[in-house]
């Protein structure tokens, strides 16, 4: 019983590097001040919660700049928490696209009565659980940064708490998420019994020895399993359209951008600095996956009336393609990793502008059908454009950011040189095209289509929130395709450091 | 110490737990079923930290028993929710949405 009290007494506490961990820091002082807020001031404090969320996450970004002026690498905890080039981009990303959030919320919530002050402090937290996760280099901070963006996203899900459908979006999120997370941990026990130690760099260390295949082959499969259902990869992609059509719509896009993107973050730092060796095992994996998902998605998209569950399957097929660098990573290494997060940036600018229109038109219609956008050009021409401009920029059609997207995974899978590359690169390119079906009828029915008789006409104002989060991501998104050297900047060259 | 006898006892939970998830359609007895895969988690855990001598193991388990309080206690409550809803927890009922 006594046996541990020599390393009790030698126990010193490991140096922290204030700055690098800063970001985390400061979101979590936020979200503390929003709670706040709501305990001292209460019904009165609820006006500023999301303008105080808002500045905060603003303010969050000024120690990201300061540690990508200075440009080194830190690590903490013997490489458990790392800050490289790939952490700070991605987390600046979760900041703005949590930004953006918060713009697409403010009017929604407020005007819903929809328990704000909660609403933003679990979105504040989420978002801590994202910019920790792009971080994580160890299984156990990646298990407890996947439950901390997991677990406030359940109940957002759930958040209308009298509607039917909200209630059944909050349970299938919750409980196909949690048996996935179950799973995940399962083949993470196995990874660590492989290696002893929960790092990254020493589990790449056991995996490359090759002994113990089993055991090593369980743990990767359950593992990249477990992350396919956070980045609604087909055949784990049941959960999505339903809870896309029955959260609140501002929550939707955030799962359907932020989540998604965190759950690649994970899978590039698990493949990239874990699995590395393994090749032979989860690149046919993430092939099937890339494969069906890209696919099935498609498919499935073509017969949608609902808008939102369009785009819920449009998001199945768009993990397809962002999956597919993965399964030549073994061959090119480095430029898998930029093309995956070259898509995942230019992804969560045009989603999230599409759900931005999403939220403007349902002001009006209060529907989410597709035939609803019937007539839009006669009462809001300018929304009109911008959706058509996210639609095409989605299938992706130059000059738009979505198809400097789909360049950078051509250019990565056809790099590889290899069967597997080409055929995948061919079965991206047909699907593509069948993409092109389902994003133009969103804009034919917008364009072309009369609106219903008794429809109102008069023009659709929009509040200024949703004009600002409209203006910045259509900016982005035609930034991105006009100019790609603006993405690839931040994306190209080494981006997650091996330095251990 | 058996490796092999504590591996075998967390793979066959960790089986029954997955079959509960699959076939059992009561909301409570979903999540129980999910709390039996986490335990299998957990002895493998312990048992591989035991193997290789070191406490990481028991730390890892410790994290994954406070997560799945937080996890089951929001479990607990969406299910309620639902009670209070529809006064069934069958889950096979939540069917709104399809396609």
């Not at chain 1, 300061?66 to 991605?90: H, S, Y």
């Not at chain 1, 298990?143 to 759930?158: D, G, N, T, W």
């Not at chain 1, 593992?223 to 259902?229: E, K, T």
């Not at chain 2, 299998?40 to 990481?56: D, R, S």
Request: net charge negative; aromatic share 12%; proline share 3%.
């Amino acid at each position: 019983m006594f046996s541990f009290a020599p390393s009790l007494v030698g126990f010193v506490r490991p140096d922290i590097d204030w700055h690098a961990v800063a970001p985390e820091l400061t979101l979590l002082g936020v979200g503390a001040v929003v709670t706040l807020l709501d305990i001292i001031f209460l019904e009165r404090g609820r006006a500023y919660t999301s303008a105080m969320a808002g500045i905060g996450l603003l303010i969050t970004l000024i120690p990201i700049v300061t540690l990508a002026a200075q440009g080194t690498t830190r690590e903490m905890f013997g490489g458990a928490f790392v800050v490289d080039n790939f952490a700070l981009v991605l987390k600046a990303m979760f900041i703005v696209v949590a930004y953006i959030v918060v713009l697409l919320s403010t009017n929604y919530i407020a005007e819903g009565d929809y328990w704000e002050n909660e609403y933003y402090g679990l979105l504040l937290s989420a978002v801590l659980g994202m910019v920790l996760m792009a971080s994580a280099r160890d299984l156990i901070t990646i298990f407890v940064a996947l439950e901390l963006l997991s677990i406030p996203a359940y109940l957002l899900a759930a958040w209308r708490k009298g509607d039917l459908k909200s209630n059944e979006a909050g349970l299938k999120y919750y409980l196909m998420g949690v048996f996935a997370s179950a799973i995940m941990l399962y083949g993470m026990s196995l990874l660590f019994g492989l290696a002893g130690d929960t790092r990254l760099s020493e589990i790449s260390v056991a995996l490359s020895g090759g002994d113990a295949e089993p055991v090593a082959i369980l743990g990767i499969i359950f593992v990249i399993v477990g992350f396919a259902f956070k980045v609604s990869g087909f055949p784990f992609h049941t959960w999505a359209p339903d809870t896309y059509e029955g959260a609140p719509t501002p929550v939707t896009a955030f799962l359907a951008v932020a989540s998604k993107a965190a759950g690649f973050v994970a899978l590039l730092q698990l493949v990239y600095a874990g699995f590395g060796s393994r090749d032979d095992v989860y690149e046919p994996l993430f092939w099937i996956l890339a494969v069906g998902s890209m696919t099935a998605g498609n498919l499935m998209a073509l017969r949608q009336k609902n808008i939102v569950r369009l785009m819920a399957y449009s998001g199945v097929s768009q993990a397809g393609f962002m999956l597919a660098p993965l399964a030549v990573i073994g061959a090119i290494g480095d430029e898998a990793v930029s093309a995956v997060v070259t898509y995942v940036l230019i992804y969560a600018a045009m989603n999230l502008g599409a759900f931005a229109v999403i939220i403007t038109v349902a002001r009006r219609t209060a529907s989410g059908e597709i035939s609803s956008y019937s007539g839009l050009f006669g009462y809001a021409p300018g929304l009109c454009v911008v959706m058509s401009l996210f639609m095409f920029s989605l299938a992706g059609i130059p000059p738009l950011g979505g198809w400097f997207a789909k360049f950078a995974v051509f250019r990565a899978v056809v790099e590889a040189d290899t069967a597997w590359g080409y055929s995948l690169a061919a079965i991206a390119a047909v699907n593509s095209v069948i993409a092109l079906f389902y994003y133009a009828k969103v804009a034919r029915m917008m364009w072309f289509e009369a609106a219903p008789a008794q429809a109102d006409m008069s023009a659709l104002r929009i509040p200024p929130s949703l004009l600002a989060a409209l203006g910045l991501t259509a900016a982005a998104t035609l930034l991105f395709g006009i100019y790609p050297p603006a993405i690839t900047h931040f994306t190209d060259g080494a981006l997650i450091a091996l330095s251990y | 110490m058996y490796l092999n006898t504590m591996l075998l006892l967390a793979a066959v939970l960790f089986c029954i737990g997955v079959y509960g998830v699959l076939a059992r359609r009561n909301g409570v007895l979903v999540l129980m079923s999910i709390e039996l895969i986490l335990n299998a988690v957990n002895i493998n855990l312990v048992a591989f930290g035991a193997f290789h001598a070191t406490v990481v193991g028991q730390i890892f388990a410790l994290f994954v028993i406070t997560v799945a309080a937080a996890e089951v206690g929001i479990g607990l409550a969406i299910v309620l929710l639902l009670y209070r809803n529809r006064r069934s927890i069958n889950l096979d009922q939540v069917d709104l949405m399809r396609g």
